[in-house]
Each structure stands twice: as C-alpha cells, then as structure tokens.
C-alpha cells in the first residue's frame, strides 16, 4: 500500500495472533460477501500448537497454515502487513513489539482490554517511530468496507450486511468506543451511503493511535467525502480535533459528537466504563466538547438521538452539491448459513448417517437407553444394570444384573496357557502397546475359545423349543456328527467337577424365576457323562443355557427378543468383555515384569520336512 491514508484494501493480508475460531470464521465471511478475490488472514499464530486450521470460504472450506511464532509467519508471508492480536493483557505488549520488529507488519490490533498505560505508552512510541500504526489496546478494532475487517468489528454478519458494509460508502468514522462503532455504522448506513472506513481507537488513557490521526488520515483520502466521530467526556483528544478545524486542518464536514452529556446528573462515582471516560475538569465534561466543536465548524447534533438526522443533514448537502454521486445499491449478498446454527433453528433437515438407540451425549447430560447417568449412578445399578441398559435396552431385575457380574468374574480369567491369553502375552513380549496387545488376546474368540456360549444356547434353545428329549437330543447331534457345544472339558469331569459351573448353577436356583433349560442340560450331561466322565456341562454352555432361562423367566423379554439375542451374539460378548479383564492383566503382568521377546522353545516344535523326493517337480 503506497498511500499512507490507506489502512486497508481488497487485497490486504493479515496474521492473526491467538486461535480465536470465532473471530477468524468472521473475517473470512466477510471477506466472501465482499467478493474479495482471496481470504484476507494467510496464517494463524498460536503458540502453543502449529499446524492447519480448517474453516469456510463461502460453503467451500480451505486450510490456513498455523505458525507457532510471529517471525515464522512473517518469513513465509511477507506480503501479510496488519496483525490482529488477540493475546491477553498480560502478553499482549510483547507479542505487539514483536510484531513491530517485523519489517512487513504494518498496523497492529491490539484487542485485549487491561493493558497497562506504561507498555500501551512504549508501543505507541514505537510505532510512530517506525511510522507503522497500531490500532487499540481494548478495541473491537476497525474496518474498511468491502475491502478488510478486523476480527469481530460490526458484530454478526447479519448486522454487517444491514448496515451495508460489503461495500464502500463515502464516511469515515472513528470512535473510542467499540461499542459505539457497532452502533455508529448502522446510524450511518441509514442516514446516508454508509462507511468507508470506520475505526475504534479504543478506550483506554493512552490508545496507540488517536482519532485525530484517523481523522487526518480521512482528510487525505479522496474516497472519504465526510467524517463523523464520536467522542466521550474525559481527556482532551477531543480538542485535539478541534484545534485542527480552527487550523484548516480538516476541510471535509464533520458530524461530531460526544458522549456523556448525561453525567452532570449522575452521582460523581458513576464510571463509565473506559478508562479514559473520566472528566477531572469542566473542559473535560461532554457538554463542554460539544459546544466546542461546534463553534469550531463541526456539525453537532443537539442529542445523541439527532446524530444520525445530522449525518443525514450533511450527506444530502453533499449530493446537492455534485460532490457525492448517487449510489447504485448492489443485491445484498448472502453468506451460507451454518450447518450447526441452521440445525438446531430448525431451518434445514439432514438425513443422518447413522442411528444410535442405547445413548444420547447430544444434551446437558449424557443418557443410558433414555436414563441419566447421574440417575444410574444413584441407583447404584452397577456394571450389570449398565450392560442391561446399553446393551438390552432394559432396567434389568436386580437378580439378572447380579447375574450379569458374577459371569463376568467367572470368565475374567482362565490361567495363560488357553489361546487368548497366550497370544495377548506374546504381544505384550514383543513391545505392542496395551490396546493392540489386548485385540491380539480377543481375536482368538470363536468358536473353539470362549465362543461356545452363543452355539449353547443356540442348540440347547432349538431343541428345547422342538420339544425333543434330552435322549433324542443327543443322538441327533450324534448323526449330525456335531459336538455338542457346552458339553465336556479337557480336565474338569464328574469326579473333578467345575467350580465355576457350579456357582452358577446354585446362584440361578436361588435367584431365578425358573430354570427350565438347565434343568433339561443337566438331563443331556447325565446321559454324556454316562459315556465319558469329561463330557460335563462347561462354563460356556453353563453362561449360555442360563442366560436364557434367564431371559424366559423374567417377564422381562419376549420370544422375538431372546431370539435376536441370541441370533446377534450377544452372549459372546459376555465373555469378550469378561475375558478383556484377565488379557489385560496378563498384558501389564508381563510389561511389569520386563518380559523379554517370547520364543517357541525348538524342542516343543515337530520339525517335518518333505524328502528330496517329495519336492522334486515331476514331468
């Protein structure tokens, strides 16, 4: 920018200094509604974390680079000139004067509010030093129209197309009051052909700019026809401006204002608001500035109420007089809503990917299957209430979720020689992490290991329900030449019975409504226990065939939902989740213990070679 009463064009670049989401959200909307030829920020520097940053460009979305210093950003785009800076009070003089070391940044925001007078003192001096402009501390910040915007300024996007800011009108404003900026723009976009430029020094006692530079700046460009300001009680930067009318400093009309005119008739410890916003003498009161100005020329409104009738006075004055042209006034644009906005006003609907029926984390708490989690946690339901609710979608008896944790320490763990066991051991030797270590252990689960369960009840269930006899149950699994799932153990036996079986067995008797399919196990066992003292009732069909007098005897599931449960697995996910406890504690026993790589030891391997003659290629 060759012209130094230019701020900003529509192709200024920007940092922005801290990850505010929000803010740079808004600029880029900006940037699109004003049809910029490219986004306005080239990089976001936040200290704590580089990388990409994802955000929307129209209802496209791009990347914008993240640099974790101000020099990295500024070595990779020389071309960004103005950095918003959003650090806090307590960083935000250091992160301004490295930002003024940089030869390519030229103005800086400073946004933070509480900056002391002290550093706010030496940055102002610096910039002026270097002849580069900071805008702020404790400001919303300041905007051209159509062309740049500085984080958050004139608020909502709504609010900045009311006020017609897409596009150049012929006003400069500058205010200390970012509140008052907001506010000013909408006056003006309604009492003439809306803002040029318009900036908030800030409010603190020592801005790094003040409005007469501003003003001046107004003066010179040729694009700014008239200059409306508001003041405010406190200081004397007010009549910094006035001297410069008396001088001819400023020959374009100026619609002035200063706020305050009420604090005569408030108690003298009402403060308002800003630091500067404090008058010590009668030149200081608001009154006082105003009367001022308007013998100086400036055109004051007799209220606060008539500034916008004043700009109104002074635009059309302007046209009369050929130095303003009317304006055109293009189709406002429109910014794409935001999904999540327009979702929850109920102005879109979206089929959704996919459905969840046993949990809700979309409100202020979460839900189990509709129920509280505080709700569940005073209840004390426990693990077995828990798996009824996400997994049934039921609130069990107290009796079936007891069940459901006396399976679950059953199956916990069975030694680390069975399948599962072993191949989590042997992950965790080989230096695999704990998860893939445990899914190494449960891909093992199937039929052969732990799977019996669902195959149990399956089997047991149908024949059951084919109202046969445990003798012609027996043998037509026989003529299938099928193993009875749940049936026999490798070392339990008759005489050496399963201890786990038979805490089952007696917790189900005392707690359980009926036991019809147990009973009708136990006829099958005493028939294959007949032939071979191994062939007992497992743990396995144990958990299966309970589980579904379980079911039946309960009142609480119908047919059709013990059917589902058993078609889909849902037994085996007992063990599954039982067994996990035992594979993780076999995982952190060997990683505690510092186990070495595991080896299969030669001597336990049958090495069977083909002959020379097996491998030869006959012709």
């Known amino acids: 920018m060759s012209k130094n009463y230019v701020l900003f064009d529509r192709n200024t670049k920007a940092f922005v200094y801290g990850y505010q989401t929000n803010a740079i959200q808004r600029m880029l909307d900006f940037d699109y509604i004003c049809n910029r030829p490219a986004p306005s920020i080239s990089a976001i520097i936040n200290p704590s974390r580089a990388g990409i940053h994802k955000a929307f460009w129209g209802s496209k979305e791009i990347i914008l680079p993240r640099y974790k210093s101000i020099s990295l950003a500024a070595k990779a785009y020389p071309e960004a000139d103005v950095m918003?800076?959003?650090?806090?009070?307590?960083?935000?003089?250091?992160?301004?004067?490295e930002a003024l070391a940089e030869e390519s940044i030229r103005i800086v925001a400073v946004i933070a509010e509480g900056v002391p007078e002290r550093q706010s003192r030496i940055m102002s001096a610096t910039a002026k030093k270097q002849n580069k402009i900071i805008i702020g501390p404790a400001t919303v910040g300041g905007m051209t129209a159509g062309a740049f915007r500085i984080g958050n300024t004139a608020g909502t996007i709504e609010n900045i197309i009311a006020s017609k800011l897409y596009r150049p009108g012929c006003v400069g404003f500058v205010s200390k009051s970012g509140g008052m900026l907001n506010e000013a723009f909408n006056i003006i976009s309604?009492?003439?052909?809306?803002?040029?430029?318009?900036?908030?020094?800030?409010?603190?006692?020592?801005?790094?700019?003040?409005?007469?530079?501003?003003?001046?700046r107004y003066e010179e460009n040729p694009a700014i026809k008239m200059i409306a300001c508001l003041g405010e009680l406190g200081g004397e930067d007010e009549y910094r401006i006035?001297?410069?009318?008396?001088?001819?400093?400023?020959?374009?009309?100026?619609?002035?204002?200063?706020?305050?005119?009420?604090?005569?008739?408030?108690?003298?410890?009402?403060?308002?608001?800003?630091?500067?916003?404090?008058?010590?003498?009668?030149?200081?009161?608001?009154?006082?500035?105003?009367?001022?100005?308007?013998e100086a020329g400036a055109y004051v409104p007799t209220s606060f109420d008539g500034y916008g009738d004043t700009v109104r006075q002074v635009f059309e004055m302007l046209l009369s007089q050929g130095v303003v042209l009317p304006l055109i006034e293009p189709e406002a644009p429109k910014i794409p809503a935001d999904y999540s906005k327009a979702?929850?006003?109920?102005?879109?609907?979206?089929?959704?990917?996919?459905?969840?029926?046993?949990?809700?984390?979309?409100?202020?708490?979460?839900?189990?299957?509709?129920?509280?989690?505080?709700?569940?946690?005073?209840?004390?339901?426990?693990?077995?209430?828990?798996?009824?609710?996400l997994w049934f979608k039921k609130e069990l008896p107290d009796y079936a979720a007891g069940f459901i944790e006396l399976v679950l320490q059953i199956v916990a763990d069975h030694g680390p020689a069975v399948s599962g066991a072993h191949n989590a051991i042997v992950a965790s030797c080989a230096g695999k992490d704990l998860i893939s270590s445990l899914?190494?252990?449960?891909?093992?689960?199937?039929?052969?290991?732990?799977?019996?369960?669902?195959?149990?009840?399956?089997e047991f269930k149908h024949a059951k329900e084919m109202d046969i006899t445990p003798e012609q149950f027996v043998n037509d699994m026989k003529k299938k030449g099928i193993n009875i799932?749940?049936?026999?153990?490798?070392?339990?036996?008759?005489?050496?019975?399963?201890?786990?079986v038979q805490i089952l067995i007696n917790y189900a008797r005392a707690n359980f409504p009926r036991t019809e399919l147990l009973n009708f196990a136990l006829q099958v066992e005493e028939l294959t226990t007949a032939k071979k003292g191994n062939l007992i009732l497992n743990v396995d069909g144990c958990i299966g065939i309970l589980f579904l007098d379980l079911m039946s005897s309960s009142g609480v599931f119908s047919k059709v939902e013990i059917d589902e449960v058993v078609r889909l697995g849902y037994l085996n996910g007992l063990f599954a989740l039982g067994r996990s406890i035992g594979l993780i504690g076999h995982i952190l026993?060997?990683?505690?213990?510092?186990?070495?790589?595991?080896?299969?030891?030669?001597?336990?391997?049958?090495?069977?070679?083909?002959?020379?003659?097996?491998?030869?290629?006959?012709?």
């Open 84 to 97: 918003v800076n959003f650090a806090s009070h307590r960083s935000a003089f250091e992160t301004t004067m």
């Open 190 to 216: 309604r009492n003439s052909d809306g803002i040029y430029e318009g900036v908030a020094i800030g409010g603190d006692r020592c801005p790094g700019s003040t409005m007469l530079d501003h003003i001046l």
């Open 242 to 294: 006035i001297q410069a009318l008396k001088e001819g400093k400023i020959k374009k009309p100026l619609v002035a204002w200063v706020t305050g005119t009420c604090s005569p008739v408030l108690p003298a410890s009402v403060q308002f608001g800003h630091a500067g916003a404090k008058a010590d003498t009668q030149k200081e009161t608001a009154q006082a500035k105003n009367d001022a100005f308007l």
């Open 343 to 389: 979702l929850t006003s109920g102005d879109i609907r979206k089929p959704t990917t996919f459905i969840c029926t046993i949990s809700d984390d979309s409100g202020e708490e979460l839900l189990y299957a509709g129920k509280k989690l505080s709700a569940v946690m005073d209840e004390k339901m426990g693990i077995g209430g828990v798996i009824g609710l």
């Open 439 to 458: 899914c190494s252990g449960l891909l093992t689960i199937g039929p052969r290991f732990g799977g019996a369960i669902d195959d149990a009840a399956r």
């Open 485 to 500: 799932p749940g049936i026999g153990h490798k070392i339990k036996s008759v005489k050496n019975p399963d201890k786990r």
């Open 589 to 619: 026993d060997q990683k505690r213990l510092g186990s070495r790589l595991y080896r299969h030891p030669a001597e336990d391997i049958a090495y069977m070679m083909p002959s020379s003659e097996d491998i030869k290629c006959k012709r």
